[in-house]
């Protein structure tokens, strides 16, 4: 214990006797530590870190691809044909968002919402915390309106009330009941705060005419990406050749669910940042290994004196 205190003691001497030494090295240091564990934490928050859904990496996003390789939503009809054709995933699910008007409770608000396929939910693999989710015919034009509710929305506007699921209140002008309320930190796809059963008048449109939506889908047991790809980009082409005025010269792409919100370009970028952070930590210790190699040089005639007066 005594030799552990004299020599803290005298690294501590060594240390006041060179303080510039001690400053640059630390400075040093902590530039490439702090380089490294903030980039580092970007790589994991957007690219490591899985989404908060169960089995995250069965999820995938589909899009319409173009030929100059720009990507876009997928239109009402494509979305019916993709979901009716494809045997690669458990179900495809659409969605748009919007801003919505909540009235009928207190004052009028205007929140995040979005206009969500009956099974999307079930499809992410999350349940309501209380009440239930859309049922399947709840998306049908005389269907009653029916809306599920954010745990913050719940909380701040209905002060946390298990009452509140069966309530009424106006959204965007039209009578709606209250069926589920979600757990909490659930906001998809982005700050969501309410959810209404998509409605999809089709029937009324022409090919390629109406909204375009986000598409999400689950993977079969067994089926990779790349069969599921192969088999969406068939469709594809299939439909292009049955509807060339409004599906020519596109295709089908089909991307883990990550993807939607982090691109690849972006995955690429965050990676080569993270590798450069890397080499500026490698250069960092190497100077300060440079550091020790020169004072340890200036201090060779004392060490070697004080080896031969016999100290430790």
């Known amino acids: 214990m005594v030799n552990v205190v004299d020599e803290l003691r005298t690294a501590l001497k060594s240390v006041i006797r060179n303080p510039g030494y001690t400053v640059l090295a630390t400075v040093i240091l902590a530039t490439g530590l702090g380089l490294t564990m903030f980039m580092f934490s970007a790589i994991n928050a957007y690219i490591l870190r899985p989404l908060p859904f169960p089995d995250a990496k069965e999820l995938a996003h589909l899009a319409v691809v173009h030929e100059d390789g720009g990507i876009g939503d ?27 008007n909540l009235s009928g409770r207190e004052r009028p608000v205007r929140c995040e919402g979005a206009f969500v396929s009956p099974n999307l939910i079930a499809l992410l ?11 399947a015919n709840e998306d049908q034009e005389q269907a009653p309106l029916v809306a599920i509710l954010s745990h913050e929305l719940w909380r701040d506007r209905f002060s946390s009330d298990p009452a509140a699921v069966g309530s009424e ?36 449109l022409e090919r390629g005419e109406g909204m375009h939506l986000d598409v999400i889908a689950r993977l079969n047991d067994g089926v990779s990406l790349r069969t599921a790809r192969a088999e969406m980009v068939t469709i594809a082409g299939d439909l292009a050749r049955r509807y060339p005025d409004s599906n ?25 940042m993270f590798g450069s952070v890397l080499l500026v930590l490698v250069i960092a210790c190497s100077n300060v290994a440079n550091l020790l190699f020169v004072r340890f040089a200036k201090r060779e005639r004392e060490i070697a004196l004080r080896a031969a007066l016999g100290a430790g």
């Open 125 to 135: 693999g999350v349940a309501p915390q209380l009440g239930r989710s859309f049922r």
């Open 74 to 100: 997928v239109s009402v009809h494509d979305f019916r044909d993709w979901r009716d054709r494809q045997t690669s995933f458990e179900s495809l699910a659409g969605y748009y968002s919007g801003t919505i």
């Open 169 to 204: 209140l106006r959204v965007n002008g039209q009578q709606a009941q209250v069926v589920g309320v979600m757990p909490a930190g659930f906001n998809f796809p982005y700050r969501q705060d309410i959810w209404l059963p998509l409605r999809l008048e089709i029937d009324q």
């Open 248 to 272: 020519e010269g596109t295709s089908a792409v089909v991307r883990p669910l990550t993807w939607k919100y982090v691109s690849r370009e972006m995955r690429l970028t965050l990676t080569a």
